[in-house]
Nanobody
Framework: QVQLVESGGGSVQVGGSLRLSCAAS????????MGWHRQAPGKERESITS???????YYAASVRGRFTISRDDAKNAVYLQMNNLKPEDAGVYYC????????????WGQGTQVTVSA
């Protein structure tokens, strides 16, 4: 099973930007969907964005227009560019691998913390 390791989290001010990275232990070109999920304090984990091998993307309404997901299959990596960050974007961000956009992930990273301060 593919192992996923996130990096790039940290503290940023409102309106700032962060770029998260997810490094996979195996070839991700055979993994249909790579995604990012977020878990805010006291809330359930939610899917915020995904990208398929064909380039189809999904964005939750809360991040659409501010976040951009990308995947580099040659590097076995997935990225999340986050711009214009808001306090409600704070939480632990998890990278995931799934067999389809509507499929539950079969592998998760350990998460990386994002803090957004005023």
């Amino acid at each position: 099973q593919v192992q996923l390791v996130e990096s790039g989290g940290g503290s940023v001010q409102v309106g700032g930007s962060l770029r998260l990275s997810c490094a996979a232990s195996e070839n991700i070109s055979v993994i249909n969907t790579m995604g990012w999920h977020r878990q805010a304090p006291g809330k359930e984990r939610e899917s915020i964005t995904s990208v398929t091998t064909g380039g189809t993307t999904y964005y939750a309404a809360s991040v659409r227009g501010r976040f951009t997901i990308s995947r580099d299959d040659a590097k076995n990596a997935v990225y999340l560019q986050m711009n214009n960050l808001k306090p409600e974007d704070a939480g632990v961000y998890y990278c995931s691998a799934a067999r389809g956009l509507s499929r539950a992930p079969f592998s998760w990273g350990q998460g990386t913390q994002v803090t957004v301060s005023a």
